[in-house]
């Protein structure tokens, strides 16, 4: 259910249930996690792409999943003849079927979370290439990238509000902060569409791009991160994430922290050394 393949230093994983617009499993979000480890255990990937197969990126969660799906108890006799006395509800056809209580925080708990925390912690930059809808887990995960490029057909939508669920895989989190409070509570409350030229116009993904070519634009994106200096881009991404929290001066000596450490680095020296012969750099830091 995950396609895995590698071009030069960029792993590119492939989200691959086409027929349910891969929507996750478990199955799925173990081999996500498992390939992500990986790729951030090998010393030779550099940047890692994440794209689905066929018409969409991704639905969410996979409704049908027997952990998660809704099932209902056979009605006793009492509740039998409690139905046939209740015409109102007897005609609504629902009053015997009583819905077992259901444990779907597990699925966070032990998958989500847990892949969430992988994603943005990756020692090398992420970018998604959205290639049609991403719902739900599936719109979250691929926001919660570094990079997040989508072709013109794509869109995402905060499919929880629909079926009775709050926004989850770090929707909370990113989208008040990617787009604002208003705008967070206008795509989570109401569940819409929102397409991708739109997305990018409020700031919530990078780029938009036509349909035909999302997959060589964001593979030269991917090879682009993967030659820049690592290191300092992964400090990069983790300072800007702390920097919400901190006062300006807390901001200035943080980067005054960081800045220190990475003159040291090979890539600092090899970088500027690079610029002032006019040559091309080679970085090696991770
Ligand atoms: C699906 C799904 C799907 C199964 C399409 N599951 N089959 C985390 C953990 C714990 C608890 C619960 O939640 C979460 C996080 C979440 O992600 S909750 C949100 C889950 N996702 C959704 O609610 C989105 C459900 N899907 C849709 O609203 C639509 O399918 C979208 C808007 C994504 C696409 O619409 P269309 O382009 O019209 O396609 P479609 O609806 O016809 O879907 C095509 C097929 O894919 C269809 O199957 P079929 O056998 O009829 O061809 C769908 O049933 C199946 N599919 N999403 N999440």
């Known amino acids: 259910v995950l396609l895995v393949s590698t071009e030069g230093a960029v792993r590119v994983l492939t989200l691959n249930r086409p027929q349910a617009l891969n929507a996750f499993t478990t199955a799925m979000l173990g081999q996500l996690r498992h390939a992500l480890e990986d790729a951030a255990q090998d010393p030779a990937v550099r940047a890692v792409l994440i794209t689905g197969a066929g018409r969409a990126f991704c639905a969410g969660q996979d ?103 709050v926004p989850d895989c770090g929707g909370t989190w990113l989208l008040t ?14 569940g819409e569409k929102l397409p991708a030229e739109q997305a990018q116009q409020w700031g919530l993904i990078a780029k938009c791009v036509a349909d ?36 300006l001066e807390d901001a200035l000596r943080m980067e005054a922290r960081l800045q220190s450490q990475l003159g040291y680095a090979h890539d600092y020296l090899e970088g500027a050394a690079a610029f002032l012969d006019k040559r091309a750099p080679h970085f090696k830091d991770r």
Not at 93 to 111: E, F
Not at 214 to 225: G, K, P
Request: proline share 6%; net charge neutral; aromatic share 4%.
């Open 63 to 165: 409704l049908n999943d027997p952990s998660i799906k809704p099932e209902f108890a056979e009605p006793e006799a009492s509740d039998a003849a409690a139905h046939a006395a209740s015409t109102a509800e007897a005609a609504g056809g629902q009053a015997h079927r009583r819905p077992k209580p259901k444990d779907i925080g597990h699925l966070l708990d032990h998958y989500y979370i847990p892949l969430v925390l992988r994603l943005r912690t990756m020692p090398v930059p992420t970018l998604c290439a959205v290639n049609g809808v991403a719902a739900g887990a599936g719109a979250n995960f691929a926001l919660g990238c570094d990079l997040v490029i989508a072709g013109r057909s794509a869109s995402f939508i905060q499919a929880f509000s629909r079926i009775g669920l």
């Open 177 to 190: 902060r990617l787009v604002g409070r208003a705008r967070a509570l206008q795509l989570t409350l109401l």
């Open 212 to 247: 035909e070519e999302l997959a060589s634009v964001a593979m030269a994106t991917a090879q682009q991160l993967a030659g820049m200096p690592t290191k300092a881009l992964m400090q990069t991404r983790a300072a800007l994430d702390d920097a919400m929290d901190l006062g």
